[in-house]
């Protein structure tokens, strides 16, 4: 089978890109055809590539037609789309708020997947797409890069801040310092992105982390305490595994304020039975092998929906006037840097505009800085004279 993934862009370890990734690899090893288009390349695309599998960013490149395409952002699977006619699609939706993971609707994007039940309540209830279409497949981790560390200490000494933002990254390490513990950051946030994390995870006790970071420290066996910039949830436990699973340790876990008491309460309860449970129980269940068996059969359940119910070309070119309509650059709503560069190029005509009278102010702060040398002269002259009054009123009447 062919797959095409797509992506918007495969130049930082994001998400979405470590998901293409894992993805390509995975079904690679699994004897499929897979292949990656992004426009916009870059160290994951290289690392992609590396293992074999073709990477492209031109959909040109691509004579062979896909048999289904795994779409991540609605602009690269609307371009897949319209370059190969006939083939289904599965649109991946797994950011909340991001313009690119806004709703896609084609005759042939014939499954819409979320990552986790907060997405997949927005494709619902907030999206309107039909439940017959939308399916739910949880993020997973690669377990043959995560080994389990060794088991983990009664206290726990180096602890580990893995995240995108740096927001709360204050509170984690006055926390750290009250209880003893040394504190690293790696991640984005803490200014050191990382490749392989997978080397590095086992050697810390305790993470904070959240979404995709926190579940590869659980892969790695360590103890996670939910949180980011955006908030915190707490330690990962058995009893709060069962909550925060379906939301993929994300958005609507992180319900509370990171603050240096929430900090040092979680801290304060670690125990690593229960965070080696919890752990385990993750590597039972979050691996890439169980997401790609699923993965699997709804490549085979796209291709069957469209066979059984072949889309009409007019809704198609309809579905592409809508999508080019809703899309095209424009102000006032839907682009925001159109509203942004609109405003920027006002304030560059004002800069440019104060430019062109720089000749004619500095002649006249020439004229004004005479003028003051005049009078500052002037006053010289009028003290000199104010002194020499003075003196001579002060002279005694000998004189």
Known sequence: MRVLLTNIH?????????????????LLRRGRVPIVYSPRLGEVAAEIAAAGVPVIDSLARLRQPPDVIHGCHHPTVMAALNAFPGVPALVWYQDFTHWADAP???????????????????????????????RQVLNAVDLERFEPRPPLPARPARALAYCKK???????????????????EIGVGGGKPIARPEELLGIYDLVFASGR??????????????????????????????????????????????????????????????????????????????????IEELYDEARSRL???????????????????????RTGGGWPWMDERVAFEAHVAALLEQADKL?????????????????????????????????????????
């Open 10 to 26: 495969l130049a930082e370890r994001a998400g979405t890109e470590i998901n293409i990734r894992d993805w390509s690899l995975g």
């Open 104 to 134: 896609l609707r084609h005759p042939r994007a014939v499954l819409h997947v979320a990552i986790d039940a907060t997405l997949r309540g927005r494709l619902l209830d907030g999206d309107g797409f039909d439940p017959a279409c939308v």
């Open 166 to 184: 740096p927001d709360h990254l204050a509170a984690l390490r006055q926390a750290c310092a009250a209880r003893g513990l040394s504190l690293d």
């Open 213 to 294: 970071c926190a579940m590869e420290a659980l892969a790695a066996g360590c103890a996670v305490v939910c949180c980011d910039a955006r908030g915190f949830a707490g330690p990962v436990t058995p009893k709060s595994y069962e909550r925060w699973r379906p939301l993929n340790f994300g958005r609507r876990c992180l319900l509370g304020p990171v603050t240096l008491s929430a900090a040092l309460a979680a801290i304060d309860a670690y125990d690593a039975a229960l965070a080696t449970a919890a752990a385990e129980r993750f590597r039972q269940e979050g691996s890439l092998d169980a997401q790609l068996d699923r």
């Open 307 to 329: 066979a059984a119910a072949p889309a009409d070309a007019e809704a198609e070119r309809a579905a592409v006037t809508r999508y080019l309509e809703a899309w095209s650059p």
């Open 359 to 399: 000749p004619a102010l500095r002649e006249e702060a020439g004229q004004l800085r005479q003028q003051l040398k005049q009078k500052t002269d002037r006053l010289e002259e009028l003290r000199a004279e104010l002194a020499r009054l003075r003196g001579q009123g002060l002279r005694s009447p000998a004189d």
